[in-house]
């Protein structure tokens, strides 16, 4: 079993920036992909990016792009995603996920931590 906590959430007004971590602990962990997901209220759970554990590669949502950086710490098992350029629509409460096998879905969930926004 895998467990994710997510951290580092909070309110900023608009145009400044957080940094999210996302650290691993339980069984051997060796994800094939980490990403992290939001999900705003009224509004279905979205991708926002996603990085590779060997090799690094990322991949952003194109609302993201420019202004949020995924990173990892293979030594720390911990994900971070930096958020700059905060807009009002990226308030929602960010999930880091993991996924064991490439292609398949995300396996293990964080419980979320909120990032509010203001304009």
């Known amino acids: 079993q895998v467990q994710l906590v997510e951290s580092g959430g909070g309110s900023v007004q608009a145009g400044g920036s957080l940094r999210l971590s996302c650290a691993a602990s339980?069984?051997?962990?060796?994800?094939?992909?980490m990403g992290w997901f939001r999900q705003a209220p009224g509004k279905d759970r979205e991708f926002v990016a996603s990085i590779r554990w060997s090799g690094g590669g990322t991949y952003y949502a194109d609302s993201v792009k420019g202004r949020f950086t995924i990173s990892r710490d293979n030594a720390k098992n911990t994900v971070y995603l930096q958020m700059n350029g905060l807009k009002p629509e990226d308030t929602a409460v960010y999930y880091c996920?993991?996924?064991?096998?490439?292609?398949?879905?995300?396996?293990?969930w964080g419980q979320g931590t909120q990032v509010t926004v203001s304009s």
């Open positions: 339980g069984r051997t962990f060796s994800p094939y992909t």
């Open positions: 996920a993991s996924r064991i096998i490439a292609g398949s879905s995300f396996d293990y």
